[in-house]
């Protein structure tokens, strides 16, 4: 079995989920008392969190690839960065390490293609949801048509990850809201619907709503075992 190396705590809370996810997959698979080979490496949120929104990408580029380093360093033998957002940077990380990066959209885009989902709405961070980082490998490496919420949809969902999701609080009337942007999503062709913030998970679910939703934690995590266990 590979060790897999994750690049957490952006939040810890979802980080903790990947954690979670991972070993009872393995469990799950390789029964008995298997668990995964992982190295950890979690770094303050609060310092990501500043310059993700003073737009200052590039120091970003340069602290997680360092990071990252750090992670190969510890002989992981590939790297699973725990949140969408940060995959923005994942190419500079890229140029900075020797292991390959199991990127959370192409991981959550081969369970689309595989399920024939063509037309999918996307919620997740401002960041996510509004640059082309993440929409543009969708549509030009999958053909996949990604669709987002208006603009004040995507302030609510945003805010609600930075100031609720990301502290571990989960907020009701945040769920209702959350629920409510999905179905304007399907009223606009949406099949489907992408969790594309690691934290989004902890507040809704498919025993929420009819809508089929993709949960890039869980789809990531299970990926990266997959990855560890068979090398695919």
Same mark, same amino acid.
């Given at each position: 079995?590979?060790?897999?190396?994750?690049?957490?705590?952006?939040?810890?809370?979802? =980080?903790?989920?990947?954690?979670?996810?991972?070993?009872?997959?393995?469990?799950?698979?390789?029964?008995?008392?298997?668990?995964?080979?992982?190295? #950890?490496?979690?770094?303050?949120?609060?310092?990501?969190?500043?310059?993700? &929104?003073?737009?200052?990408?590039?120091?970003?580029? &340069?602290?997680? =690839?360092?990071?990252?380093?750090?992670?190969?360093?510890?002989?992981?033998?590939?790297?699973?960065?725990?949140?969408?957002?940060?995959?923005?940077?994942?190419?500079?990380?890229?140029?900075?390490?020797?292991?390959?990066?199991? &990127?959370?959209?192409?991981?959550?885009?081969?369970? #689309?293609?595989?399920?024939?989902?063509?037309?999918?709405?996307?919620?997740?961070?401002?960041?996510?949801?509004?640059?082309?980082?993440?929409?543009?490998?969708?549509?030009?490496?999958?053909?996949?048509?990604?669709?987002?919420?208006?603009?004040?949809?995507?302030?609510?969902?945003?805010?609600?990850?930075?100031?609720? #999701?990301?502290?571990?609080?989960?907020?009701?009337?945040?769920?209702?809201?959350?629920?409510?942007?999905?179905?304007?999503?399907?009223?606009?062709?949406?099949?489907?619907?992408?969790?594309?913030?690691?934290?989004?998970?902890? #507040?809704?679910?498919?025993?929420?709503?009819?809508?089929?939703?993709?949960?890039?934690?869980?789809?990531?995590?299970?990926?990266?075992?997959?990855?560890?266990?068979?090398?695919?």
């Amino acid at each position: 079995m590979k060790t897999i190396g994750l690049l957490g705590g952006m939040s810890w809370e979802s =980080s903790a989920n990947y954690y979670e996810i991972i070993n009872e997959e393995v469990k799950k698979i390789l029964g008995g008392l298997h668990s995964a080979k992982v190295i #950890l490496n979690s770094v303050d949120f609060e310092e990501i969190e500043h310059l993700q &929104h003073l737009g200052k990408w590039d120091e970003l580029a &340069h602290i997680l =690839s360092r990071e990252a380093k750090n992670v190969q360093n510890a002989k992981a033998d590939f790297l699973v960065i725990c949140t969408n957002t940060m995959h923005k940077v994942a190419p500079q990380i890229e140029k900075n390490i020797d292991i390959p990066i199991l &990127h959370i959209a192409d991981a959550t885009a081969e369970i #689309l293609i595989n399920d024939k989902i063509k037309n999918v709405g996307l919620l997740g961070t401002a960041f996510t949801m509004e640059q082309d980082f993440y929409k543009n490998r969708l549509k030009e490496k999958y053909n996949l048509n990604v669709l987002t919420p208006n603009k004040n949809d995507r302030k609510i969902i945003h805010n609600i990850i930075y100031q609720e #999701l990301c502290l571990g609080k989960i907020n009701m009337k945040s769920k209702e809201k959350y629920l409510k942007i999905m179905d304007e999503l399907v009223k606009n062709k949406a099949e489907a619907i992408i969790l594309g913030c690691t934290e989004i998970a902890m #507040l809704v679910n498919e025993k929420d709503t009819n809508i089929k939703l993709y949960d890039t934690t869980t789809i990531h995590a299970k990926k990266a075992v997959q990855y560890a266990i068979n090398g695919v």
